[in-house]
Structures are given as C-alpha cells and as structure tokens.
Nanobody, 132 residues
Framework: RVQLVESGGGSVQAGGSLRLSCAVS????????MGWFRQAPGKERERVAT????????YYDDSVKGRFTISQDNAKNTVYLQMNSLKPEDTAVYYC?????????????????????????WGQGTQVTVSS
C-alpha cells in the first residue's frame, strides 16, 4: 500500500523559510511523478510544484517561481519543497501527491502537466501559516 507522509509545516513570519518533506513508502517503481499542492480556506486546491523523479524535471506555478524549490532524495524516498521568502498568501494546507509515470509517450511532459485529480496517492497535509 502506498503511503505519503508530509512533515515540516509550521508558522513563520513573512520573509521566512520552511522545508516540507514528503516521505513515500510502499511504492516499488523507480520513477514517480510527485506534486505539491496547497489549499487555503475558501479556495480551490492549486498546484504548486511538480517533479518527475526519473531525471528531476520540474514545474513551478508562477506564484512560487524563484521562491520555492522541489527536490528529491531517492535514497530516502523523500521529496522536499523548500519554501523561501514566504508571503502571507502562501498560507494553506500543503499536500504531496504521487502517481506512477504515464505508460504513454512523453511521460515527463505528462507528469509536469498533471492536475490534482489525476494523482492516485495523497498525503494527509501539513499546515503552513505565514504571518505579516
């Protein structure tokens, strides 16, 4: 059974940093499409960043480009989201999600374009609160 466990959330002041971790267990394939999403109260879930672990290709939403970095540690089966220069509008519950790579052509492009409803596995979420 695939399980994703997020950690690293918390409360920081604007301009501060946090690093979120997503530990993956029960996934036996060497490559996975991993995404970070967030949902603020009263708002729809939005995609923040994506990584295709077979090579490390990444995607970032415009709202976090230059501030957030998604990375992987294959030895630890963990994906990270380093968040710098945090803003109050970054306040949300952050979720990681995982999905096997598409068997179709261009799995990297498909992964980097993958929406939330296309992911099979989700973590429980971790709260990030940024105060002004």
């Amino acid at each position: 059974r695939v399980q994703l466990v997020e950690s690293g959330g918390g409360s920081v002041q604007a301009g501060g940093s946090l690093r979120l971790s997503c530990a993956v267990s029960g996934y036996t394939r060497s490559t996975v499409c991993m995404g970070w999403f967030r949902q603020a109260p009263g708002k729809e879930r939005e995609r923040v960043a994506t990584i295709y672990t077979g090579g490390g290709s990444t995607y970032y939403d415009d709202s976090v480009k230059g501030r957030f970095t998604i990375s992987q540690d294959n030895a630890k089966n963990t994906v990270y989201l380093q968040m710098n220069s945090l803003k109050p509008e970054d306040t949300a519950v952050y979720y990681c999600a995982a999905d096997p790579p598409s068997p179709r052509s261009d799995p990297i492009l498909r992964c980097l374009a993958q929406k939330g409803n296309e992911y099979n596995y989700w973590g429980q979420g971790t709260q990030v609160t940024v105060s002004s």
